[in-house]
């Protein structure tokens, strides 16, 4: 059981626009910024969101990350057929002292 | 540029132990802390805990305490982790990744390629 939550799967067609969330508590989403990462098969994870919305040089726009109370969400725009992947969301938790994940999110494009 | 290179896969037996390491390049390790983190086959990412490669001080998650060591060797700009009596459970791919902080965040923009650690007999 992940401390934080997320949903299983989301899919989409080339070129919607989807959402994943990732649901905390004040311990840890509440009082701490996510981060997103995203996950090819037999790679390891990348950094498409860090301080709950910020992205990092190189990733495009069509990501996006928002956060409200203790909930975070990356959306993607405009879905292509390469992001298709897994999708982590991160956060430190200060009552635990611990950094914990969401269960990760499988985005298929359809 | 930054890299982290993990050594290759292992196959152990049970009871035994191994050895996992992460060599930094493009930037000098004591610089960075640098976390664990194990996913079992078909699942999550799980962390294990992490290394504050300046003071030397070591923290490990619940489930990562006692058979588990984070070490480093600033001479070879390179992290460990050890993990000694091995069991199934072990199995997994293992990530090094060095945690960059901001005045408000941390995150991890570089992680290693991942070692495989196969526990059977």
């Known amino acids: 059981q992940s401390v934080l939550t997320q949903p299983p799967s989301v899919s989409g067609a080339p070129g919607q626009r989807v959402s994943i969330s990732c649901s905390g508590s004040?311990?840890?989403?509440?009082?701490?910024?996510v981060s997103w990462y995203q996950q090819f098969p037999g790679t390891a994870p990348k950094v498409l969101i860090f301080?709950?919305?910020k992205r990092p040089s190189g990733v495009p726009d069509r990501f996006s990350g928002s956060k409200s109370g203790t909930s975070a969400s990356l959306a993607t725009s405009g879905l292509q057929s390469d992001d298709e992947a897994d999708y982590y969301c991160?956060?430190?938790?200060?009552?635990?002292?611990?950094?914990?994940f969401g269960g990760g999110t499988k985005l298929t494009v359809l | 540029q930054v890299q982290l290179v993990q050594s290759e896969s292992e196959l152990k037996k049970p009871g035994a132990s191994v050895k996992v390491s992460c060599r930094a390049s493009?930037?000098?390790?004591?610089?960075?802390?640098i976390n664990w983190v194990r996913q079992a086959p078909g699942q999550g990412l799980e962390w294990m805990g992490w290394?504050?490669?300046?003071?030397?001080?070591?923290s490990y998650a619940q489930g990562f305490t006692g058979r588990f060591v984070f070490s480093f060797d600033t001479a070879v700009n390179t992290a460990y982790l050890h993990v000694t009596s091995l069991n199934a459970d072990d199995t997994g791919v293992y990530y090094c990744?060095?945690?960059?902080?901001?005045?408000?965040?941390?995150?991890?923009?570089?992680w290693g390629q991942g070692t495989l650690v196969t526990v059977s007999s």
């Open positions: 493009g930037y000098t390790l004591s610089h960075y802390a």
């Open positions: 004040e311990s840890n989403v509440g009082r701490n910024t």
């Open positions: 290394i504050n490669t300046n003071t030397g001080k070591p």
């Open positions: 301080g709950d919305d």
């Open positions: 991160a956060a430190w938790d200060d009552s635990l002292n611990v950094w914990v």
């Open positions: 990744a060095r945690e960059d902080c901001t005045t408000t965040s941390c995150f991890w923009p570089f």
